[in-house]
């Protein structure tokens, strides 16, 4: 079955420092995974795009990596700030269409002052 | 939100009555969604639109209809609505332009069916 698991569920931390959200999924066949971010009473933006043959990619403070031997990715936040509190959310395609995704449960991540 | 509109924001319902979600974009892309977000599950694709007049099933298409009569408007209908149907619904869009196609979500309907 085509699952995609993340961990941990919440995390909160202290502003301006790093956070690594986890990603394992047995998604089959591979074509891309993904990250979004998606904040209280709005939709996910996309944070990240990696396919099979990418292993880091940035987008500011984030860093999203991907390890497509052990089906695992994880995406660190730097110096994390109050406005990065929001759920992030792991999503797998098996192709490059926007209709075979499957989404992870997503992470709660809260930054605190 | 990526010139994606969705209304209403906001609706509370009783079951049994039909209601439709409606999903209006700006920006020409071929490619529409209807996605349904539940404590506890991942977004899961309803129904789909390809072009107008074309569309297909989702995951959890039962108890969803779709239709798309301009490329700009993509209609979610719930012909009789049930207490499992309350969530919250969001609209996507995305155009093919080699490789992995970026879906832009737009930012919900919070429907609640009593």
């Known amino acids: 079955k085509n699952q995609v698991e993340q961990s941990p569920q919440s995390l909160i931390i202290l502003e301006g420092k790093n956070c690594t959200l986890q990603?394992?999924?047995?998604?089959?066949?591979?074509?891309?995974l993904r990250w979004y971010k998606q904040d209280t009473g709005r939709g996910p933006v996309s944070l990240t795009i990696?396919?099979?043959?990418?292993n880091t990619k940035s987008n500011g403070r984030y860093t999203a990596t991907l390890d497509a031997d052990t089906k695992q990715s994880s995406l660190h936040i730097t110096a994390s700030q109050l406005s990065d509190s929001a759920s992030y959310i792991c999503?797998?395609?098996?192709?490059?269409?926007?209709?075979?995704?499957?989404f992870g449960k997503g992470t709660t991540l809260s930054v605190s002052s | 939100d990526a010139g994606i509109t969705q209304s209403p924001r906001h609706k509370v319902t009783e079951t049994g009555t039909p209601v439709t979600l409606r999903c209006h974009q700006t920006?020409?892309?071929?490619?529409m969604y209807w996605y349904r977000q539940d404590p506890g599950h991942g977004l899961r694709l309803i129904h789909y639109?390809?072009?107008?007049?074309?569309?297909d099933k989702g995951e959890v298409s039962d108890g969803y209809s779709v239709s798309r009569s301009k490329t700009e408007d993509f209609l979610l209908t719930l012909e009789s609505a049930t207490s499992s149907q309350t969530s919250v619904y969001f609209c996507?869009?995305?155009?093919?332009?080699?490789?992995?196609?970026?879906?832009?979500f737009g930012s919900g309907t919070q429907l609640s069916v009593l």
């Open positions: 990603c394992n999924y047995t998604v089959s066949p591979f074509s891309n």
């Open positions: 990696m396919t099979f043959s990418e």
């Open positions: 639109s390809y072009g107008v007049k074309d569309t």
């Open positions: 920006e020409n892309h071929r490619y």
């Open positions: 999503v797998v395609s098996a192709n490059q269409a926007g209709t075979a995704l499957i």
């Open positions: 996507a869009i995305s155009e093919s332009k080699g490789g992995p196609e970026k879906l832009f």
